[in-house]
């Protein structure tokens, strides 16, 4: 390839650095938190299990920050379009999915964590981030309240894990059978 048609060819549009660093964090972090729940729940009570509760907490506040941040950083700048090509081949349901699952686990983003911080407010254990920072409480203490939230953290929690294994799906599809190479967009490059 000659270096006049490499300058002709119009860059591949990708998410800015920042995007694409909280991307992988936070995914990796919500898989983690996934994880961490889903064991720690099926614990017996136990000094582990106490302590396993408190760090799922301090982290699940630490994401939910973060997610704030990257919601602010989504507002104020433009994702990259899909590229044309991409665009005319996809069907309108599939163009419709791509964005309706990205809102709706921007959604999720702050219902799990915060759902998950109610539940604890309503079952009397106060949120202290690192075991230092105490933070208020969400709702007041009221143990049919939690009754009635408990189920709800889970509910949210496994409809964001369905949504993100849906979304790798969708990803890997487009990058190895449809060869779209969507996933360069979400790696870093020299030119970032
Ligand atoms: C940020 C993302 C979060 C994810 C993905 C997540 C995920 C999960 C999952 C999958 C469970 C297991 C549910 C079950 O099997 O019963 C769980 C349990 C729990 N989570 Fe989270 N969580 C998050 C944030 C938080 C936050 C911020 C708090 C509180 C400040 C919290 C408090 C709890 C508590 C207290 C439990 C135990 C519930 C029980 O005893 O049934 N979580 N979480
Ligand atoms: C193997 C794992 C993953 C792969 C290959 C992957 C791939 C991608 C790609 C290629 C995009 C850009 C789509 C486009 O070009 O429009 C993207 C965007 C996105 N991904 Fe992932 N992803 C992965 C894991 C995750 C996880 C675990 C989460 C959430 C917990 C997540 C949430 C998102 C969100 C919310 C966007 C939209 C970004 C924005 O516009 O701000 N991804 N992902």
């Not at 005319?88 to 702050?110: E, I, K, N, V």
């Not at 219902?111 to 690192?130: E, K, R, T």
């Not at 894990?161 to 969507?182: E, G, M, N, R, T």
Request: hydrophobic letters at 55%.
């Amino acid at each position: 390839m000659t270096e006049t048609t490499t300058l002709e060819q119009p860059p591949t549009p990708r998410y800015s650095l920042t995007a694409i660093l909280l991307h992988w964090l936070l995914g990796l972090a919500l898989v983690g938190l996934f994880i961490m729940g889903s064991f720690m729940a099926d614990l017996p009570i136990s000094p582990l299990r106490l302590k396993l509760f408190n760090w799922h907490k301090w982290a699940g506040i630490c994401v939910l920050t973060l997610s704030v941040l990257r919601l602010l950083w989504r507002l104020t700048h433009r994702p990259p379009a899909l590229p044309a090509d991409i665009q005319a081949h996809m069907p309108a349901w599939q163009r419709f999915a791509h964005h309706g699952a990205q809102y709706a686990m921007y959604a999720l983003f702050f219902i799990v964590p915060l759902v998950g911080w109610a539940y604890s407010s309503a079952a009397g254990f106060p949120v202290v981030v690192f075991g230092i920072l105490p933070l208020p409480d969400f709702v007041a203490a009221d143990k049919e309240l939690a009754e009635l939230i408990e189920p709800w953290h889970e509910i949210t929690a496994d409809a964001l894990a369905a949504l993100v294994v849906l979304h790798i799906a969708a990803a890997l599809k487009h990058q190895w059978f449809d060869k779209h190479a969507l996933l360069q967009r979400m790696l870093p490059s020299k030119t970032h």
